[in-house]
């Protein structure tokens, strides 16, 4: 069981979409839109993790054109949420009228993100360690891993949301949301890579 808290604390902590746009939303829209966004990331990692379960992940993916739509609405979705974090703040009417980030955008994030299905199925699939039982063994792995999950969120959140409390300027809170959104792109780019050269 300690190798699988560990898989689970190491799986999460590194960066992907999750935390990445959660820091952004934290630093570009503050708490109660972070905190909102966070809560919708909960739900859509936990559905994730329960169609990983079920199996219907399994059988989604193993289509190759319905993997290949959702790998590139995955990218389009985070493309757009990226957007949303660099150009916070500016004087472009359509972007600055924009509603912020909020519960269904974290959903919709994790239906999408690759690296919820990557992780929810390492997890999920691999480091039994209930052999004799293995309901329980998921019931235990629900427990542990969202143990684990909200905190590292929240710690990413409020380092987005310390970040806006700096009162930077508004030249210097830009250039930090647009750094946070190129590293969002960047990653997801990377799992995007390393996803395709695997099928």
Same mark, same amino acid.
């Given at each position: ?25 934290? !630093?570009a ?30 059988i ?9 739509i959702?790998l ?16 916070n703040? !500016?004087?472009? !009417?359509?972007?600055?009228? /924009?509603?912020?980030?909020?519960? %269904?955008?974290?959903? /919709? ?14 997890l999920?699939?691999?480091?039994? =360690? ?5 309901? %329980?063994?998921?019931?235990y ?10 905190p590292?969120?929240?710690?990413? $959140? =409020? ?5 806006k409390? $700096? ?10 949301n647009?750094?946070?959104?190129? !590293? %969002? ?8 890579t390393g %996803?395709?050269?695997?099928?």
């Open positions: 069981m300690l190798t699988f808290i560990a898989a689970i604390f190491f799986l999460l902590i590194t960066p992907g979409p999750g935390v990445l746009t959660t820091a952004g939303v934290g !630093s829209f503050g708490r109660t839109a972070g905190i909102r966004y966070v809560t919708g990331l909960f739900i859509g990692t936990n559905l994730v993790a329960l169609a990983v379960v079920t199996g219907i992940a399994g989604m993916l193993g289509i190759p054109a319905l993997k290949k959702l590139i609405l995955s990218v389009a979705y985070i493309f757009y949420l990226a957007a949303r974090i660099a150009l703040g !500016s004087k472009i !009417s359509f972007i600055e009228s /924009a509603r912020e980030p909020g519960i %269904l955008n974290g959903i /919709a994030l994790q239906a999408i993100n690759p690296k919820a299905y990557v992780v929810n199925t390492t999920f699939t691999g480091f039994g =360690f209930l052999p004799g039982n293995p309901l %329980l063994e998921i019931i792995k629900f427990i542990l891993i969202n143990a684990i999950w909200i590292i969120h929240i710690l990413w $959140l =409020f380092a987005g949301i310390s970040l409390a $700096l009162a930077l300027s508004d030249r210097q809170q830009r250039i930090i647009l750094g946070m959104a190129t !590293s %969002l792109i960047i990653v997801v780019l990377l799992a995007i %996803l395709t050269g695997q099928s």
